[in-house]
């Protein structure tokens, strides 16, 4: 995406709805830089409104509040001052439910139904469940003994890490923002955000409430803008951000570890992956088939954790394929108020050609098209938005690029095997390490294949079942580091150990 002088851009979208402004120390602001660029509903490729991109002045001026609030009133309060305030933006967020989801929806495409039952409700969670853990949590302690035999006493000491520099992706955006917001504010601590170019609505809507509970200007600032040589690079580069935490491509984030190498700032990364279900004979099919069915297609494959990699015992591997192409075939795609659509489009057309490459690239490499592989037809109002089938291919070699590389839509490629050893190697053989769902009925079995699976998150029997307390992160080249629970603490807190001697 190019940004483009805002005039001219302007006079194209003369009755946009929704501009999407920054929100720096409290206060709505179009910037200084002039540029902007019309942002595109993917379901139809009409204009929502426009986005006004941030640039150094921005973001200079979103860090300098935050480091402000972290100095003045935020910084002074007592946990349960903070934590009271938190949970009332979680019940603010509550209160505007219909007005986040119909934003959530616009910016993406998806079904309501799912953003009604994931995306919205974890927005207010991620807000709620992290100002339980913080008033929770307690610090070590150690009785010391000393050579004059009166000892000494250690403790540490959890303090805010500082300014929070928080980059999120498109594909879950408000669950995936409040997600590293959540935590980052319970702890004390304040945030700059530079939401996904293809989806600012919701984390601007998040400032009015912000404002409207009373959480003191500067703590929650929010900087539109695009990635490189823009508001993103920019953000990670200022010299007063004390940390970066990031959701995305894994590209993007070996080219934030550069910037952030710069003042030796400290980063969480939850980046890309390659994600493998393993189907053994002895699972319970059914299960399996909907799960399975949910974690290739759920948010038309737009979710990090979702299959692309499917592995089924020989012995039942035909019946699997063809119940899973039976169920992709059932899928609905259509418009996000309809209750009976599961699928929505793609997040942009410059997705759709990506995706549509790797279809195209499927079939140069031999693969047999179980089901889909093009555009399908829709209607005349939704002809014109990022639409692709669902799609099943077998058949590919272990090295074709749909099996090794992140496609990141409603696709998967199904291989037979053989033996546990063998599904093993295969799952782990790739340089990502997310998540993996294994469908057993075999508790042993379910034990023994998951302690060996090269991942942050294995799922047995189910699929993206979600408890906020555990660790979430991946290995290898999906990340670094874990949030959840206690588990984000770490990242978002600095600790001072305390030594007095007695
Ligand atoms: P992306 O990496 O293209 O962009 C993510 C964010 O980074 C955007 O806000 C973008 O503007 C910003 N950005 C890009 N270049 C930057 C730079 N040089 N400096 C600073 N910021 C920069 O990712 P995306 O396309 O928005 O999201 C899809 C990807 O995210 C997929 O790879 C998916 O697997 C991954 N993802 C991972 C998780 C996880 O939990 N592991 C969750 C969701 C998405
Ligand atoms: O559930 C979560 O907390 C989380 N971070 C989900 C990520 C989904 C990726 O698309």
């Not at 942002?39 to 640039?55: A, Q």
């Not at 319970?186 to 959480?215: W, Y």
């Not at 499917?310 to 192409?325: G, Q």
């Not at 991946?474 to 600095?494: D, N």
Request: proline share 5%.
């Amino acid at each position: 995406m190019t940004a483009q002088p805002a005039q001219s851009a302007r006079q194209a979208v003369q009755t946009a709805s929704r501009d999407a402004l920054h929100f720096i120390n409290g206060a709505f602001t179009a910037g200084t830089t002039g540029q902007s660029w019309v942002n595109h509903c993917p379901l139809d490729n009409s204009v929502i409104g426009l986005v006004h991109e941030g640039g150094k002045a921005e973001i200079d001026a979103a860090v300098r509040a935050a480091r402000t609030a972290l100095d003045g009133e935020w910084g002074r309060m007592t946990v349960d001052q903070r934590t009271t305030m938190l949970g009332a933006v979680a019940d603010e967020i509550n209160r505007r439910f219909d007005e986040f989801l119909e934003a959530e929806c616009l910016d993406t495409g998806k079904p309501m139904s799912l953003a009604r039952h994931i995306d919205i409700p974890r927005g207010a969670a991620n807000f709620k469940m992290f100002t339980d853990v913080i008033k929770t949590v307690s610090t070590e302690f150690f009785p010391t003994p000393t050579p004059d035999g009166a000892g000494a006493i250690n403790y540490a000491l959890r303090k805010p890490k500082g300014v929070i520099a928080v980059i999120s992706p498109w594909n879950l955006p408000l669950l995936l923002m409040t997600w590293k917001v959540g935590p980052a504010l319970a702890c004390g601590n304040t945030v700059v955000v530079k939401p996904s170019e293809e989806t600012p609505l919701t984390a601007t809507l998040l400032g009015e409430v912000m404002n409207k509970v009373g959480v003191p200007k500067g703590v929650y600032n929010v900087v539109h803008g695009l990635g490189p040589n823009s508001a993103g690079e920019f953000l990670t580069q200022h010299p007063m951000v004390d940390a970066i935490t990031f959701t995305g491509e894994t590209r993007t984030g070996e080219a934030i570890m550069k910037q952030a190498a710069v003042g030796v700032r400290d980063v969480s990364f939850e980046l890309g992956g390659k994600n493998p279900a393993l189907v053994f004979a002895d699972a319970d099919m059914d299960k399996a088939i909907e799960g399975t069915l949910r974690s290739v297609f759920a948010n038309c494959g737009q979710v990090c954790l979702g299959t692309e990699r499917v592995f089924v015992e020989r012995p039942i591997f035909d019946e699997f394929v063809r119940r899973l192409k039976a169920g992709a075939e059932a899928l609905t795609l259509g418009r996000p108020e309809d209750a009976t659509v599961n699928l929505g489009p793609l997040i942009s057309q410059e997705h759709r050609d990506k995706v549509l490459s790797y279809y195209r690239k499927a079939v140069e490499e031999g693969a047999t098209v179980v089901t889909g592989g093009g555009v399908p037809d829709m209607s005349d109002d939704l002809k014109d938005g990022a639409w692709v089938q669902p799609t099943i291919w077998t058949g590919l070699p272990d090295d074709a690029a749909c099996v090794t590389e992140e496609i990141f839509g409603p696709c998967c490629h199904i291989r037979p095997f053989d033996t546990e050893e063998e599904a093993i190697a295969l799952a782990n053989g790739t340089p990502y390490g997310l998540a993996c769902a294994v469908w057993t009925e075999n508790v042993s079995r379910a034990h023994r294949v998951a302690a060996r699976m090269d991942v942050g998150l294995c799922w047995v029997n189910s699929w993206f079942l979600r408890d906020l307390r555990t660790p979430f992160g991946g290995s290898k080249a999906s990340g670094i580091g874990r949030e959840g629970g206690v588990h984000s603490l770490e990242f978002y807190t600095e600790m001072t150990n305390v030594c007095l001697k007695l």
